[in-house]
Structure formats: structure tokens, C-alpha cells
């Protein structure tokens, strides 16, 4: 047990300006907020434009990988592909090596999509990395890849 586990009001402070994972937390839903507003005219979110840059590769990943890289369970893999798979964007084939393993292809039209919300990302990643100076950008970024 902790020695002191009173909850008052002094400890949410406490809380509020020292939990990493309170910010980080908070920081993650503006960013995701500003990314789906601006990719909305396309008709992606920005965990869509996500999971199609991570399947964006010369190779057709394994389920597994990209779970992995998103750190995401394949379950919740599985139902953000979905509707990708619905547009045409993404297809879900059997490995012919190992028909146990599913590999992700981005099709000719998910391709299109990314290419058409690739500016879209520069334009706001520009923006938010001009509200940071360069060294914390940086920092951050290094920081967030150690966490996950």
C-alpha cells in the first residue's frame, strides 16, 4: 500500500501537472482532433491515415506487424480495417507460405487516398511543428518512440 493515498484536491493538482500519461493523453486527442478535421474532406481520420501510411510498404505486412508497429491488438486491428476494407483501400489475404499468417495490401485506390491526404498531413504537421521549437519537436518524438 502507498503511504498516503489521501485524494484531495492538492493531489489531482499534483496529478494534473506531473502524469505523463494524463498529457500525453490529452495531447494525443487535440493532435487526433486537428488531423480529423483537416483529412474529414477526404473522408479518413487520422488513425485511418495512420494504419494506411504503416501499410504504405513495397512488401504486403503481416497483420501481426502492423499490429505490432501501432501498437494496437489484432482484434482492434481487425475493426479498423473494416471500413478501409469496405472503401477498396485495403485487401486481407492469406499468406501463401503460411496460410495461418494474413498479410494487408493497399490497393491501387488506398494509394490514391494516402497520396491526396499526404498534403493534407504536411500542412498541419508543419503547423504544429512550427509551435514547437525544433530541439523540443524532436525531444518529444524521441521520447514518445522510447514509450512505445
Known amino acids: 500500500m502507498s503511504k498516503n493515498s489521501n485524494a484531495t484536491f492538492q493531489t489531482t493538482v499534483h496529478v494534473y501537472n506531473h502524469c505523463l500519461c494524463f498529457a500525453a493523453q490529452r495531447a494525443a486527442r487535440a493532435l487526433a482532433r486537428r488531423f480529423d478535421e483537416a483529412l474529414s474532406p477526404i ?9 494506411l501510411t504503416s501499410l504504405n510498404r513495397p512488401e504486403a505486412p503481416s497483420m501481426g506487424s502492423i499490429a505490432a508497429l501501432l501498437v494496437m491488438d489484432r482484434t482492434t486491428l481487425t475493426a479498423n480495417l473494416k471500413p478501409l476494407e469496405q472503401r477498396g483501400w485495403v485487401e486481407i489475404a492469406v499468406d501463401p507460405a503460411d496460410r495461418r499468417v494474413r498479410r494487408l495490401i493497399l490497393t491501387a485506390a488506398g ?4 497520396q491526396s491526404a499526404l498534403p493534407i498531413w504536411q500542412d498541419v504537421h508543419g503547423e504544429i511543428d512550427r509551435l514547437m521549437p525544433a530541439s523540443d519537436g524532436r525531444t518529444l518524438r524521441r521520447g514518445l518512440r522510447a514509450l512505445a
Open 43 to 51: 473522408g479518413l481520420t487520422s488513425g485511418q491515415f495512420s494504419l
Open 111 to 114: 494509394r490514391r487516398v494516402l
